[in-house]
């Protein structure tokens, strides 16, 4: 392995952890004002601790595909609008966005190889350790946040489900989204390079007999 495909790997293994911390952020920073419009709208009747992990992957990757469908140049903008930074940044290139050696858009790697080895390694804890644990039930234990809901914090296996879902299973999903989120608005013709209006060509001034 190169030099280069060690920085790429680092990079992408750092965005994966930089992608923990923001889908955790972005998630409590949303989700209480789309539980209260729905609530509202009469659209759930559910109250927001249970709306949070009855919808929690499906709230995950919503935000990471609407993440994606925004351009980061517009995302670093309304940044740099909102820390009042107003001075003249070097030109965003649009076109980096379509490259997909660009390591931001494999970040969800990472956590799926955790994921992989964590989902085969899991044994359930309330049968034989002679038993083998069954897809259903490890589905079940990835893909049921209800769990989270009502989980005793002092239970052995608490740390365990909270990494596990939380740390790992729900930025994934995140990640994921938002790459999934970045191809869709490259197909999207004339999204990301609207058609600017033709230059008006000044008229050509009669020669000047003298």
């Known amino acids: 392995m190169?030099?280069?495909?060690?920085?790429?790997t680092a990079k992408c293994l750092a965005l994966s952890i930089l992608g923990v911390f923001i889908?955790?952020?972005?998630?409590?920073?949303?989700?209480?004002?789309?539980?209260?419009?729905l609530h509202k709208?009469?659209?759930?009747?559910?109250?927001?601790?249970?709306?949070?992990?009855?919808?929690?992957?499906?709230?995950?990757?919503v935000y990471g595909s609407l993440l994606g469908l925004i351009p980061i140049r517009l995302s670093i903008e309304a940044i740099r609008s909102?820390?009042?930074?107003?001075?003249?940044?070097?030109?965003w290139h649009q076109n980096s966005e379509t490259d997909w050696r660009r390591?931001?858009?494999?970040?969800?790697?990472?956590?799926?190889?955790?994921?992989?080895?964590?989902?085969?390694?899991?044994?359930?804890?309330?049968?034989?350790v002679l038993a083998n644990?069954?897809?259903?039930?490890?589905?079940?234990?990835?893909?049921?946040?209800?769990?989270?809901?009502?989980l005793n914090p002092l239970a052995f296996q608490a740390p365990g489900l909270v990494f596990d879902i939380v740390i790992i299973t729900g930025p994934m999903v995140f990640l994921l989204a938002y790459t999934a989120?970045?191809?869709?608005?490259?197909?999207?013709?004339?999204f990301e390079?609207?058609?600017e209006p033709p230059l008006i060509e000044p008229e050509e001034q009669p020669a000047n007999p003298h």
């Open 103 to 128: 390591p931001i858009l494999w970040a969800w790697v990472p956590l799926a190889i955790l994921f992989l080895a964590r989902f085969a390694a899991w044994q359930d804890p309330n049968r034989s």
């Open 181 to 190: 989120g970045v191809w869709l608005r490259h197909q999207i013709p004339g």
């Open 23 to 37: 889908c955790g952020q972005i998630t409590s920073f949303f989700t209480p004002p789309v539980w209260w419009i």
């Open 82 to 91: 909102m820390n009042a930074r107003f001075r003249t940044e070097a030109h």
């Open 2 to 8: 190169n030099w280069r495909a060690i920085i790429w």
């Open 133 to 150: 644990s069954g897809n259903l039930e490890r589905f079940d234990y990835f893909f049921n946040p209800m769990a989270l809901a009502s």
């Open 193 to 195: 390079h609207p058609v």
């Open 41 to 61: 709208a009469n659209a759930t009747y559910l109250n927001r601790w249970i709306f949070q992990f009855k919808y929690f992957f499906v709230l995950r990757a």
